[in-house]
Nanobody
Framework: QVQLVESGGGLVQAGGSLRLSCGASDNTLSTVTVGWFRQAPGKEREFVGLISQNGLKTIYADSVKGRFTIFRDTAVNTVTLQMNSLKPEDTAVYYC??????????????WGQGTQVTVSS
């Protein structure tokens, strides 16, 4: 089974930016839809966005639309979540996932271990 690894999390002030990357142990990312999700303390995991296998379609949650961008870096076979204009409410553990990705839902077959994003006010 493919292993996913997120990187790039950290602490940032409100209004700042962070870039998260999702890598895989094989070439799976280039062949499937990839989703990003997040889970804040005390809350359920929620859908953030997805990118289609060919990279031509992206869908975002309303809460991040216009601030977050997902794109593929085919040279290094990663999927990036660019987060701009960050707000304290964006604080969460962020996960990438593949398999059974459906926009708006928090279901997937394979998950990464997550990376912490903390936005200070």
């Amino acid at each position: 089974q493919v292993q996913l690894v997120e990187s790039g999390g950290g602490l940032v002030q409100a209004g700042g930016s962070l870039r998260l990357s999702c890598g895989a142990s094989d070439n799976t990312l280039s062949t499937v839809t990839v989703g990003w999700f997040r889970q804040a303390p005390g809350k359920e995991r929620e859908f953030v966005g997805l990118i289609s296998q060919n990279g031509l379609k992206t869908i975002y949650a309303d809460s991040v639309k216009g601030r977050f961008t997902i794109f593929r870096d085919t040279a290094v076979n990663t999927v990036t979540l660019q987060m701009n204009s960050l707000k304290p409410e964006d604080t969460a553990v962020y996960y990438c996932a593949v398999g059974n990705i459906v926009a708006g839902l928090s279901t997937a077959r394979t998950w990464g271990q997550g990376t912490q994003v903390t936005v200070s006010s």
